[in-house]
C-alpha cells in the first residue's frame, strides 16, 4: 500500500532533550515536506527536499533541523526542544514539481 | 511567495452542489493550483488540482478562471462526509518548486 508513515504518533518529552520524527514514503517520490499545524495558524511548511541531499527551508525552519540521505527518509530533527514547538506536525511528499502531495498521519509532540 | 484567499466558512445542505472559491491574484505561468481538505483528527487530503484547463476527478471537479486569478473547487453532491476544511495552494513547478504556503482554508458545514 503507497503510504506515508510516521514514527512516533504522539511524543511527550522534555525542553531541551534531543528528539528525531521519522517519515518514510514508499512512492519513490522525489519531494517531501515538514509541516506543523497550530490552532489559529494553520498549516505552515518547515522544510522541504527536492532530493537526496537537496533540502531547503519553508516558512518556519527555525529550531529545526532536516537531513535527506535516502530517498525514502525525511527525518525530522529538533536539537533542543522548547515549549513553543509543542505542534501537531505532518510529513509529505509528492512525486515531484507540480505533482500531489500526500500526508503522513501526523506526529503530536508535545515539549515541556 | 504566491498567496490564496479564501473564505473562512460556507454551508451547503446534503446532496446540493457547492462551490468553493479560491482567489491568486498574483499567481505566475508555473503554478499549479492544488486543493486539500482535511477530515477532523487526520492529515491533509488531495482532492484535485490543475494548471489552466478545468479538471475533473471522481472527488470532485476543478474551475480555473481564463486569467487564472481564481478558481472554484465543485463538489457535486455534498454528503455528511464531506464537512472539512479545504484548502487552495499553489506549487511552483519551477522556482521554489517544493514550497507550499498553506491559507486558512474554507470550514465547509454540511447540513442534512
Known amino acids: 500500500e503507497a503510504q506515508v508513515t510516521q514514527n512516533p504518533r504522539y511524543l511527550i518529552t522534555v525542553t531541551g532533550k534531543k528528539l528525531t520524527v521519522t517519515c518514510s514514503q514508499n512512492m519513490n517520490h522525489e519531494y517531501m515536506s515538514w509541516y506543523r499545524q497550530d490552532p489559529g495558524l494553520g498549516l505552515r511548511q518547515i522544510y522541504y527536499s527536492m532530493n537526496v541531499e537537496a533540502t531547503d527551508k519553508g516558512d518556519v525552519p527555525e529550531g529545526y533541523k532536516v537531513s535527506r540521505k535516502e530517498k525514502r527518509n525525511f527525518p525530522l530533527i529538533l536539537e533542543s526542544p522548547s515549549p513553543n514547538q509543542t505542534s501537531l506536525y505532518f510529513c509529505?511528499?509528492?512525486?515531484?514539481?507540480?505533482?500531489?502531495?500526500?500526508f503522513g498521519p501526523g506526529t503530536r509532540l508535545t515539549v515541556t | 511567495d504566491a498567496k490564496t484567499t479564501q473564505p473562512n466558512s460556507m454551508e451547503s445542505n446534503e446532496e446540493e452542489p457547492v462551490h468553493l472559491p479560491c482567489n491568486h491574484s498574483t499567481i505566475s505561468g508555473t503554478d499549479y493550483i492544488h486543493w486539500y481538505r482535511q477530515l477532523p483528527s487526520q492529515g491533509p487530503e488531495y482532492v484535485i488540482h490543475?494548471?489552466?484547463s478545468n479538471v475533473n476527478n471522481r472527488m470532485a471537479s476543478l474551475a480555473i478562471a481564463e486569467d487564472r486569478k481564481s478558481s472554484t473547487l465543485i463538489l457535486h453532491r455534498a454528503t455528511l462526509r464531506d464537512a472539512a476544511v479545504y484548502y487552495c495552494?499553489?506549487?511552483?513547478?519551477?522556482?521554489?518548486?517544493?514550497?507550499?504556503?498553506f491559507g486558512d482554508g474554507t470550514t465547509l458545514t454540511v447540513k442534512p
Open positions: 509529505a511528499s509528492s512525486l515531484g514539481r507540480g505533482h500531489e502531495q500526500y
Open positions: 490543475g494548471l489552466t
Open positions: 495552494i499553489l506549487r511552483g513547478y519551477n522556482t521554489n518548486a517544493g514550497k507550499s504556503t
